[in-house]
Antibody, heavy 122, light 108 residues
Framework: EVRLVESGGGLVKPGGSLRISCAAS????????MNWVRQAPGKGLEWVSS????????YYGDSVKGRFSISRDNVKNSLFLQMDSLTVEDTAVYYC???????????????WGQGTLVTVSS | SYVLSQPPSVSVAPGKTATITCGGT??????VHWYQQRPGQAPKLVIY???SRPSGIPERFSGSNSGHTATLTISRVEAGDEADYYC???????????FGIGTKVTVL
């Protein structure tokens, strides 16, 4: 069974940092692009960042560029998101989602993890 | 950056057809994917590459894409179809993924 499990969410003060993780199982992790998508309370989905299968290509959404850093460990089948200079607007459930099997970025996200909640508050 | 437009809400009676649109400049040349998100759950893929259904998704779900509008159609709507639906594309110009704002489908 293909599975993604996020962890590391929690309460952090504005200006603080947090690193969240996503453990993948049930598929050849090193073959797939991976993604982070977030959802603020009561709001829609917002794409955060993507990383290619071999970490050669990395992309960020405009609202997080320069503050967040995506990375992966293809030996440990894990995806990470380092979040710095956090603001209250970063409060959201953060989902890990599997992307394309290499190559084109045009493909869909499937599956998604259950999400981890990041709350930024003083 | 590329923008996708969706109606905030659609209401439909059980057994009828729900039509959810996703507008974007020349979206017809892009690959559109659709996700269903039930309350308290993670998003779930229901349509990929404009009109293809993943295994396990009922035939009642169908999609199309042409010109400036992509469409998700849910036929013979059931109570369990009540959810938020999001369209998504990859924007080659900005190297960004883009989601629509989501459409809340209410079954009357």
């Amino acid at each position: 069974e293909v599975r993604l499990v996020e962890s590391g969410g929690g309460l952090v003060k504005p200006g603080g940092s947090l690193r969240i993780s996503c453990a993948a199982s049930g598929f050849t992790f090193s073959s797939y692009h991976m993604n982070w998508v977030r959802q603020a309370p009561g709001k829609g989905l917002e794409w955060v960042s993507s990383i290619s299968s071999g970490s050669n290509y990395i992309y960020y959404g405009d609202s997080v560029k320069g503050r967040f850093s995506i990375s992966r460990d293809n030996v440990k089948n894990s995806l990470f998101l380092q979040m710095d200079s956090l603001t209250v607007e970063d409060t959201a459930v953060y989902y890990c989602a599997r992307g394309p099997n290499g190559g084109s970025w045009n493909d869909w996200f499937d599956p998604w993890g259950q999400g981890t909640l990041v709350t930024v508050s003083s | 950056s590329y923008v996708l437009s969706q109606p905030p809400s659609v209401s439909v009676a059980p057994g009828k057809t729900a039509t959810i649109t996703c507008g974007g400049t020349n979206i017809g040349v892009k690959s559109v994917h659709w996700y269903q998100q039930r309350p308290g759950q993670a998003p779930k893929l229901v349509i990929y590459y404009d009109s293809s259904r993943p295994s396990g998704i009922p035939e009642r779900f169908s999609g199309s894409n042409s010109g400036h509008t992509a469409t998700l159609t849910i036929s013979r709507v059931e109570a369990g179809d009540e959810a938020d639906y999001y369209c998504q594309v990859w924007d080659n110009d900005s190297n960004h993924y883009v989601f629509g704002i989501g459409t809340k489908v209410t079954v009357l």
